[in-house]
DNA sequence: ACCTGAACACCGTTCAAGT
DNA sequence: ACCTGAACACCGTTCAAGT
């Protein structure tokens, strides 16, 4: 038991230190926040958080893993009525961690780490998306492109501002179809 | 003539620079182009970067601001048979800088000047594609989403690494327009 | 095992001084 | 006007030392 025990307080700690990450990631942004400042701000030496973690980048992805777990547990529970819903819905829950999509981008390009999880990210988005657009009738050889395109377009909505009706208007014009060109 | 000789060097040196920037920004990234680095292959001392660019970020701006000028002088002299040849055009030559996609992306949440740069940048994109795709008979009220999700595309094809095949397929099924749903 | 104060190497930028 | 050597404040990370 007490080894039950240490491993739970260490755990605790862990996610204090992720809760203080997280907040000021999305404050601040990643690189603007010093680890002395996220540091102090979890009541703790500097370089106290290199037991709980390698490096910042380990950091960057505790925080993303419990976000990303938290938002799948929601989105399993949730029921939609179509498309468009579905769409809206993972937009709105992926803005609120929307100013880390260009910081892991960015860091893809440097770190190892982070490269992994955007990738392992991406086949998991990817094998979610893929499911509804059988469903929805896609024809087996456009399902990939048209999966990208999905992707790439959810991406666009949280790195680029965009008003709620735009956002609207564009879950609908890729639920529905791109019409067809000049031909009707 | 002095004054025209002055201002002509100062153009040419300002330039050397730039094309140090550049090929270092490409290969090595931007945040890991040290400007002690930048400066030596520059063949200059680091502080003397100062009297020709603001600060770092102004260096981004003007390699990205060069590279426009010349990419969008080589887009006015093509001619394309449709609109997948031309979509391809754009992203296969974007390609070639994509490494600083994401690093504008990063850094326009930091740095107003770069904010600046990429908000203008997509006003022009947007405005060369709302011609091509009003001409290809996309009705009014579509125009604006579908233009969005071309431009999101065109980022993502940059951002992610993708197969010539992939991104042909991926080309192809948004100019043609994503397949209705389930209906026929 | 857990935590720290002090140091290290490095960064972008500035400043006083030169021509 | 143009350029520099030296310094500044800051960064992520490490290390020796403590409990």
Redo the contacts between chains.
């Keep these: 038991m007490p080894r039950n025990h240490r491993t739970q307080d260490r755990e605790e700690k862990r996610n204090l230190i992720i809760d203080a990450a997280q907040h000021l990631f999305l404050r601040a942004?990643y690189?603007?926040t010093a680890m002395t400042r996220l540091a102090s701000a979890a009541g703790i030496a500097p370089n106290t958080i290199y037991w709980y973690f390698k490096d910042k980048d380990d950091v960057l992805i505790a925080v993303l893993d419990r976000e990303l777990s938290a938002r799948m547990a929601d989105y399993l529970k949730q029921s939609f009525d179509n498309?468009t819903a579905r769409l809206l819905w993972v937009v709105n829950q992926l803005e609120l961690v929307s100013?880390l999509v260009?910081?892991v981008?960015?860091r893809?390009?440097?770190a190892p780490a982070i490269h992994g999880w955007h990738e392992q990210f991406?086949r998991l988005i990817e094998a979610l998306l893929r499911v509804e657009l059988e469903a929805?009738?896609?024809?087996a050889e456009?399902i990939?492109?048209?999966m990208?395109?999905w992707?790439?377009?959810i991406?666009?909505?949280l790195?680029?501002t965009?008003t709620a009706s735009?956002k609207q208007?564009?879950c609908?014009?890729?639920?529905?179809?791109?019409?067809?060109?000049?031909?009707a």
């Design positions: 942004g690189e603007a498309m100013p260009s910081t981008h960015a893809a390009q440097l991406h929805a009738g896609i024809p456009h990939e492109a048209v990208n395109i992707v790439f377009t991406e666009g909505l790195t680029h965009m735009q208007q564009i609908q014009t890729l639920s529905l179809g791109i019409p067809q060109q000049a031909s």
